[in-house]
């Protein structure tokens, strides 16, 4: 246990981050590419930034009413509080408080960022603008369709009635359609009479 | 109600209004063609209600009520994978092998009996029967034009029309070459189950054997310019004799 401990901790030790945010660069510092040797000359031990599980609970102040003022906090407190919960989620998560697993579950899955609960009205909102917009295309529709040229004169139903009377002279479709045996159906008809159009 | 919709508009010989499936066919290929659409639906049939159901159970069962925990780091699972992969590899297998089949027979041109050679134009077909030959060498050799809609007689279809359709005799092997003068076009005919595409300096070649008299139409199937959609194909299938007369017909004429 003792060992675990001091490894432990000396893990912690080479690993302080410099920000809050978790940064996975090597801890020399940012001019020492100037500095740089081939790595033949020296062999340096380049330790990766890594934290260890903690076994020290959050204190319960830091978590409390968490829900609430998570919108509110700056992006690297709540960074540093998550890194803090994610190091004590790496213990046995029976030694976590009530109060860390609710943040920690709140953190991963609550009602916030993308998941949070849309403002109230908002899809019927949505839904009228999509309405409308759909309205205004059927109208620019209708407008444009006002200019067309008229139908041809083959789309009346005497034109379709005498496109049946050529269709069974021709022997057209005489398996299931206009030329088959007992056929009840309309056959090329489908247009209304000229004089309604 | 849908039923009759179906059994009203498909399965037709020549596009009808709100068709919706193949027009009746007319030549060995295109029955084939028919029976391996409907083997291919019915794998697709079982495959839609598969996944639908599986759509179903998922969205039914893991909602945020019965399934609060999203389980983000489950994501393998190696003998889900195995039967997601091979099952699909196995239904692909099983429409492939009679799809080659079908693919191979239609490649496949049967002694002809007689060659028909058309060649596609911007915009309309011109054809010739080169087996058949007049006192002077000359073979039939005809352009068949679109019938444009104010030369239409009364139930007549729309942009459909030709001039001069193309005749062919009932159950005899027929071979056409297609081939284009300008730009690709595509010489097509649902009924008969052919489609060959028409390139400038090339032959291509389509079997037909029409299985019963008729009028079939197509049009051409590739764009070919600003007429493409006014250069139907017609093609009659008559009985030999009457086949025999027409020709005797054009050679004299």
Known sequence: MFLRSVTRAAARSSAVPTTGLRSYRTVSGPMACLNARPQTEKKSIAPQQTRAASEHAISNPTLAGIEKRWEAMPPQEQAELWMQLRDRMKVDWHQMTLQEKKAAYWISFGPHGPRSVPPKGENLKIFFKVAQLTLVSFGIFYIIHMFAKPQPKTMTKEWQEASNEYAKQENINPIYGISSVGYEGKGFVQSPPAEKQ | ?253
Not at chain 2, 187 to 207: E, M, T
């Open chain 2, 1 to 253: 109600m849908f039923l009759d919709i179906l059994k009203g508009h498909i399965l037709l010989d020549a596009p009808t209004p709100w068709g919706v499936f193949f027009q009746d066919n007319a030549s060995p290929q295109m029955e084939g063609i028919e029976e391996l659409h409907n083997n291919i639906m019915f794998y697709l049939a079982v495959i839609l209600f598969t996944v639908t159901w599986m759509m179903i159970i998922i969205i039914k069962n893991f909602v945020a009520t019965k399934s609060p925990i999203a389980h983000k780091y489950m994501n393998h699972g190696t003998l889900i994978e195995l039967i997601w992969t091979i099952t699909p590899a196995f239904i692909l297998i099983l429409i492939a092998f009679p799809s080659f089949k079908l693919l191979y027979l239609m490649d496949e041109v049967m002694d002809p009996s007689l060659v028909v050679y058309a060649e596609g134009h911007q915009w309309y077909w011109s054809y010739q029967y080169p087996d058949f030959t007049n006192e002077d060498d000359e073979f039939i050799e005809f352009d068949s034009y679109i019938v444009p809609e104010s030369d239409l007689e009364e139930g007549q279809f729309r942009m459909l029309e030709v001039d001069n359709r193309v005749i062919i005799p009932e159950l005899t092997h027929t071979r056409f070459v297609i081939s284009a003068a300008d730009v690709i076009h595509s010489y097509a005919c649902p009924s008969l189950g052919i489609k060959a595409d028409a390139y400038p300096g090339r032959l291509n070649q389509a079997s037909v054997y029409v299985n019963r008299p008729g009028t079939f139409f197509g049009q051409c199937s590739e764009i070919c310019g600003i007429l493409h959609s006014s250069m139907p194909i017609a093609i009659q299938s008559v009985s030999i004799r009457d086949f025999l007369l027409w020709l005797r017909e054009q050679m004299e004429g």
